[in-house]
């Protein structure tokens, strides 16, 4: 059982500022807690209230520490929670660098940033970069939305310039060129932008790339975001 001042600490993580003063962030639900506890990816605890032992207690498959159904209210972010959740670490793997990459940039959806992550590791994608005013990886709407892809896939936050330096990248624009019909390329970086307002136009003159568009046949202005980073992938990467 987590001490009093231990459970004060993951009851703070819902905030940015307490995840990176404690270095830790939340993990909610069975599917992503059971990847989770079978990964090497570093955590504290496994917290879950008797309601959930007796529903799902024949499908745990890792340690956990009980708590009282107010205790786990006030550590969990979500409004309908399966009563189990962890305390993982934030961490970093070492894995080499896939040949394709994808950068954000101003993405401030979580469940886009968490769907982009799974749609990442679908492709074989480990490795994401994030403009500064991108969402928080470790807010747990996003680390929800991963539904455990987070495990596998690097985000990587700073400056975007800086980050796709000397790097092949292909950006997302409305007057860029069909990407149903360039060449398909064998490794780069896709760049995708803000849900409303597209790529910044700082980063746009700061970096070299390649201009592409998925052409539509509808009247609306644009797609979203993980909509968009999907149709791309599947054509860049299929």
């Given at each position: 059982?987590?001490?009093?001042?231990?459970?004060?600490?993951?009851?703070?993580?819902?905030?940015?500022?307490?995840?990176?003063?404690?270095?830790?962030?939340?993990?909610?639900?069975?599917?992503?807690?059971?990847?989770?506890?079978?990964?090497?990816?570093?955590?504290?605890?496994?917290?879950?209230?008797?309601?959930?032992?007796?529903?799902?207690?024949?499908?745990?498959?890792?340690?956990?520490?009980?708590?009282?159904?107010?205790?786990?209210?006030?550590?969990?972010?979500?409004?309908?929670?399966?009563?189990?959740?962890?305390?993982?670490?934030?961490?970093?793997t070492d894995k080499p660098i896939s040949e394709w990459q994808i950068a954000l940039d101003g993405i401030n959806d979580p469940g886009n940033l968490g769907t982009i992550i799974?749609?990442?590791?679908?492709?074989?994608?480990?490795?994401?970069?994030?403009?500064?005013?991108?969402?928080?990886?470790?807010?747990?709407?996003?680390?929800?939305?991963?539904?455990?892809?987070?495990?596998?896939?690097?985000?990587?936050?700073?400056?975007?310039?800086?980050?796709?330096?000397?790097?092949?990248?292909?950006?997302?624009?409305?007057?860029?060129?069909?990407?149903?019909?360039?060449?398909?390329?064998?490794?780069?970086?896709?760049?995708?932008?803000?849900?409303?307002?597209?790529?910044?136009?700082?980063?746009?003159?700061?970096?070299?790339?390649?201009?592409?568009?998925?052409?539509?046949?509808?009247?609306?202005?644009?797609?979203?975001?993980?909509?968009?980073?999907?149709?791309?992938?599947?054509?860049?990467?299929?």
């Amino acid at each position: 059982m987590p001490s009093k001042v231990k459970l004060k600490q993951y009851q703070q993580l819902g905030s940015k500022k307490f995840r990176q003063k404690y270095g830790l962030f939340v993990v909610e639900g069975l599917k992503s807690v059971n990847e989770l506890a079978n990964s090497d990816w570093p955590m504290e605890c496994i917290l879950c209230t008797h309601a959930f032992l007796e529903r799902y207690g024949e499908q745990i498959e890792f340690e956990f520490d009980l708590v009282s159904t107010d205790e786990f209210a006030a550590t969990s972010t979500l409004a309908n929670p399966q009563e189990v959740l962890a305390i993982a670490q934030i961490h970093q793997t070492d894995k080499p660098i896939s040949e394709w990459q994808i950068a954000l940039d101003g993405i401030n959806d979580p469940g886009n940033l968490g769907t982009i992550i799974r749609i990442a590791d679908w492709y074989g994608i480990n490795t994401i970069y994030c403009s500064a005013n991108t969402v928080d990886l470790y807010n747990s709407k996003v680390i929800q939305s991963t539904m455990g892809s987070f495990l596998r896939v690097n985000v990587v936050s700073g400056d975007l310039p800086e980050l796709l330096k000397d790097k092949h990248v292909y950006a997302t624009l409305l007057d860029g060129e069909n990407i149903r019909t360039i060449p398909s390329p064998k490794a780069g970086v896709l760049l995708i932008g803000n849900e409303a307002n597209g790529i910044n136009d700082e980063t746009l003159k700061n970096i070299t790339y390649t201009p592409v568009t998925i052409p539509g046949r509808g009247t609306t202005e644009s797609l979203n975001a993980a909509m968009a980073t999907a149709i791309c992938c599947e054509r860049l990467m299929g």
